[in-house]
């Protein structure tokens, strides 16, 4: 079957509309598969009749290729006919405990990766989609997270909940978790502490917010540990932040080429804080002439706005980093970004 992409794992990942599973028989959890359908997952059991689960045979929805014997060659052409193109994301609608809602990660390029921006992308694109009346929540994962003050979010818990397996709550005890900021959206802090929520308590985060939000907005921390790989897994937008300095582009490009097959759709990269305008087009020539999602010059405006808990985007929407946010909201939203404006000044061509 090399023939089809395809990933092979040993347990299902988080349902994503548009998806499509093969599922054995023996592996197969029936309040998973019945998650899955409601989400929009096409899925595929097979097996022998003895290994199914009578609760899965209640499940509407469902495609079969039960029987004694299996034909690999009908496995594979189902695999052909939901596997052909890219999954489509899902869109954005009123949750419900059958409807899923949309996760973006805002994670560094490189381990190294702080300093680079990602507390302002977050809190601003949050911002925005707030002021759209989208219901969104950040959830701080960055072991020394600082969010939490800067919003002056009186939340009563942090991300570390999630670090232990514990019954699911329900939406309405999910919505609770998350203080609502001023800004609009719901919060929960990181316990600033230093503590990584491990890679399972970050599934167990996800799979809850999703339930409860249409956006859930993830802040990495710095470091490639379980947890940052376990978000750009289940993440369904993925946003790696670097900076402008051409002298880190090929550490870049490696980190691209590593990280790239664990997102489930490309992910975008977002430069940022950078003062050398040819910076752009300097990353279309390392990468073959595909440009960066977004080249953000943040001036010192944006960091004090953020450090004192504001969006500098809801501000000055018209100025390029209001237009940068502006484009990532609509990216999340599934939505085409408004047209460019008119740039007055060539020197300023590579701001959007």
Known sequence: MSDVPHQWRATCPLPVAGDAWVV???????ETLAEAVRSGVSVLLVGSPGQVDPAIRTIQGLEWQVADEIDPDAILAWMRAHGETKAPRPAIRKTSDSAMGVVAVFAGLLPTGGGVGKDTLTLNTA??????????????LDPFGTLGSKLRAASFETVDIFAEERPEPDI??????????????????????????????????IHAARRAFSVTILNLGSGQTNAYY?????????????????????????????????????????????????APSLWEEEFAGSPPFAAIFE?????????????????????????????????????????????????RKWLW
């Open 172 to 205: 309405e005890t999910i919505r609770r978790m998350f203080a609502t900021v001023k800004l609009g959206f719901g919060l929960l802090p990181s316990s600033g502490q230093g503590t990584v929520l491990p890679g399972d308590g970050v599934q167990r985060l």
């Open 230 to 278: 376990a978000a750009l897994e289940a993440a369904t937008h993925v946003y790696l932040v670097g900076q402008g300095d051409r002298g880190k582009f090929r550490a870049y490009k490696r980190a691209l080429e590593e990280l790239t097959p664990l997102c489930r759709q490309a992910p975008r990269v977002i430069l940022n804080r950078f003062y050398d305008k040819d």
């Open 127 to 140: 911002a925005w989609l707030a002021k759209r009346k989208i219901d969104v929540a950040v959830a701080d």
């Open 299 to 347: 001036d010192r405006r944006v960091f004090e706005a953020t450090e004192a808990g504001e969006a500098a985007a809801l501000k000055d929407p018209k100025r390029p980093f209001g237009r940068a946010i502006e484009k990532i909201a609509a990216d999340i939203l599934g939505e085409e970004p408004a047209a460019d404006a008119p740039r007055k000044e060539a020197k």
């Open 24 to 30: 054995e028989a023996p592996f197969a959890e029936p």
